[in-house]
């Protein structure tokens, strides 16, 4: 929904954040609510996928977090559930250094990283130290080099009644490197 396919020119050179309170079993999504960073318009959960590392551990050691409880997302009364996400560019090819202003070869990679919950991430002048406060996902990703446009966006699916959903957008900055 909202997200183009691998087949697209465009889809298949994205980087998807996902969010979803909705299991798909098609797509092979989880039971629990799960946040995930996708590529390249894929968007199944199947171990057979490259973006299927799905955990419970949630502590930055794979692309996608099974969320617990499984309803995290859904309580009653809502809560709000910050989220920061950062995308670093001109990385090498572990993500242990990204230093886009050096752009030292190899430098086409991106560290994308996400903190759900996060507590302390509205100071988007400076990075989070991601050692005292760990992502909960990440993902290191080869980027296209010539890749010089890019596309914000949001999608969701509200749905009505006792299953109604809402987004609020606060505090929404986005920089470039």
């Not at 050179?13 to 797509?27: G, K, L, M, P, Q």
């Not at 996400?114 to 507590?119: E, F, G, H």
């Not at 050692?131 to 890749?147: A, H, S, Y």
Request: aromatic letters at 6%; hydrophobic letters at 35%.
């Amino acid at each position: 929904m909202g997200v183009l396919g691998a087949a697209d020119a465009w889809g298949a050179d994205s980087i998807i954040f996902e969010t979803d309170v909705h299991r798909d079993v098609a797509r092979a999504d989880p039971v629990e609510n799960h946040s995930a960073i996708l590529l390249d318009g894929f968007l199944d959960h199947a171990p057979a996928s490259p973006s299927a590392t799905i955990s419970a551990a949630c502590n930055g050691t794979a692309t996608g977090c099974r969320h617990s409880p499984a309803n995290e997302f859904e309580e009653s009364p809502l809560q709000a559930h910050n989220q920061r996400i950062e995308i670093h560019t001109g990385c090498n090819a572990a993500c242990t250094l990204c230093n886009p202003s050096a752009h030292l070869a190899p430098n086409n990679y991106a560290r994308v990283t996400a903190w759900i919950d996060c507590t302390d991430c509205k100071d988007t002048a400076t990075d989070i130290n991601r050692i005292t406060t760990v992502p909960t996902i990440q993902r290191c990703v080869v980027i296209n080099p010539v890749l010089n446009t890019v596309y914000f966006g949001f999608t969701g699916g509200f749905r009505s009644g006792a299953s109604q959903q809402g987004v609020t957008l606060t505090n929404l900055h986005v920089r470039s490197e």
